[in-house]
């Protein structure tokens, strides 16, 4: 698809360009930068700096030193590999997990978010790609790359440990957890190489106390939604507990269809779109990952009117609203799902991998 690589790239290169030489008051991408220049200079990740601008840094100290690739490019060009980093993993992501006319429906229908997320310089792009990779890993029984890819997203973001979920139907989920643990532990000590074990402990205690602020928060979330029915001050537990039953009710309760790979892909496209609408912190650019969830879907769905509208919707500046919508109709795909039926345009073996 060499010309949705062009398109891919030419989206992060706007963005950049959008944020490099017009005025506008950008920080995330400083945040991100400053953060491995404070873990070097052995000073507190998640305080206030007036270099990062009015944000706070609120992801590992991992995140931090795997961010030095960028970091010690100058400014503007580190950017640039960035967006551009995040834009192609993406694509790369759904071009492994979907036949290839498929793959490219959802990558058209995912790239004016992959805009949206480059324009922020956000990293929820390289998320979604790290998730969809530990699917795909998964299927072809590469248990280090799933256990990697996982690991790497949840130092980057906590959420993405949800895709452990990908390992349930699969006989090799013990030795999967073991990698994923293993791994999780030496990326979670690996800035051990520039800080000593007491700073690095205090920094994952900094980091637990700045998120420990926001746990009220709703965000651009179902809390969010529900928030505008049920006012007042509530936990957002019990909503996010709701949900997640709801995620892996399909998945723990239809054993019969684990040897589908469509089954899994339409749990994947759930576990997507979930780990948005049911995140306190979610917020615009977050929604590159959820409406990657809802692309694959409507690619691997029969082409309806009211589907096209529902994945138009999730597109045009609506964002909670449709994508409850959607999660709520996957949920019924997979209650309703049976091997037997035939896969969209590419066949039943394309779709299966």
């Not at 990952?289 to 879907?297: C, E, H, P, R, S």
């Amino acid at each position: 698809m060499p010309w949705l690589i062009a398109a891919y790239i030419f989206a992060a290169t706007f963005a950049w360009f959008t944020r490099t030489f017009t005025p506008h008051h950008h920080w995330t991408y400083p945040v991100f930068r400053q953060s491995f220049y404070h873990l070097m200079a052995h000073r507190n990740l998640y305080a206030s700096d007036p270099a990062q601008g009015y944000d706070f840094f609120k992801y590992s100290p991992t995140f931090a030193l795997l961010f030095a690739p960028f970091a010690l490019l100058p400014s503007s060009v580190g950017l640039l590999v960035w967006d551009i980093t995040n834009a192609v993993a993406l694509l790369a992501a759904v071009a492994m997990v979907l036949p290839r006319r498929q793959a490219a429906i959802a990558a058209i229908v995912v790239l004016p978010e992959v805009f949206v997320s480059a324009q922020a310089s956000q990293s929820n792009a390289l998320v979604a790609a790290l998730i969809v990779c530990a699917f795909v890993a998964l299927e072809r029984s590469r248990l280090t790359a799933a256990a990697i890819a996982v690991a790497v997203g949840t130092a980057i973001k906590i959420f993405p440990l949800a895709a452990v979920t990908f390992a349930l139907p699969r006989s090799t989920r013990w030795k999967f957890g073991w990698r994923t643990v293993a791994v999780g532990a030496v990326l979670a000590a690996i800035p051990l190489g520039v800080i000593s074990w007491p700073l690095l402990r205090q920094q994952y205690q900094w980091w637990a106390n700045i998120e420990a602020v926001d746990a009220l928060a709703r965000g651009a979330s179902a809390m969010g939604l529900l928030a505008g029915v049920v006012p007042g001050s509530w936990p957002n537990w019990p909503v996010q507990l709701a949900g997640t039953l709801v995620l892996l009710a399909p998945l723990v309760l239809r054993p019969s269809e684990w040897n589908d790979g469509r089954f899994l892909r339409f749990y994947l496209c759930s576990l997507l779109v979930y780990v948005v609408l049911f995140n306190h912190q979610a917020e615009r650019p977050s929604y590159v990952i959820a409406v990657t969830g809802v692309a694959l879907w409507y690619a691997m769905s029969r082409r309806t009117l009211w589907r096209t509208v529902l994945m138009l919707l999730t597109i045009v500046g609506l964002r909670e609203a449709p994508c409850l919508l959607v999660w709520i109709v996957i949920q019924h795909d997979l209650w309703t799902f049976r091997t037997a039926e035939p896969a969209v345009s590419d066949g039943v073996a394309a779709a299966s991998g």
